[in-house]
Nanobody, 124 residues
Framework: VQLQAYGGGLVQAGGSLRLSCAAS????????TGWFRQAPGKEREFVAS????????SYVDSVKGRFTISRDYAKNTVYLQMNSLKPEDTSVYYC??????????????????WGQGTQVTVSS
């Protein structure tokens, strides 16, 4: 499966963005999918994931209540709706897909397929 992430940009603190991750080659419903982010000089960190069957979602504590991961099977696309953005959310965001056996994972090592990053910058 190939993934292409887009939708990043510059937004003021308190604003919203929606990231999209378009999948091609395979149906996204066959994979657990997740969003990760990496700031300069820091390790890539888990943000959110959704079970391959869509039965559950997981979030890092710092985004709970502000971010929502979802999927549109018809468009074969995964979304990350980001509300109430904070300067500390500034990062390059990556979407990723893991084989279904992983269910829904927070570990970068579980994800074999990665899209290119999209920059999110939140100004104070």
């Amino acid at each position: 499966v190939q993934l292409q992430a887009y939708g990043g940009g510059l937004v003021q603190a308190g604003g919203s963005l929606r990231l999209s991750c378009a999948a091609s080659g395979r149906e996204i419903s066959s994979y657990a999918t997740g969003w990760f982010r990496q700031a300069p000089g820091k390790e890539r960190e888990f943000v959110a994931s959704i079970h391959w069957g869509g039965v559950s979602t997981s979030y890092v504590d710092s985004v709970k209540g502000r971010f929502t991961i979802s999927r549109d099977y018809a468009k074969n696309t995964v979304y990350l709706q980001m509300n109430s953005l904070k300067p500390e959310d500034t990062s390059v965001y990556y979407c990723a897909a893991a084989e279904a056996r992983y269910g829904s994972s927070k570990m970068t090592t579980a994800y074999a397929y990665w899209g290119q990053g999209t920059q999110v910058t939140v100004s104070s």
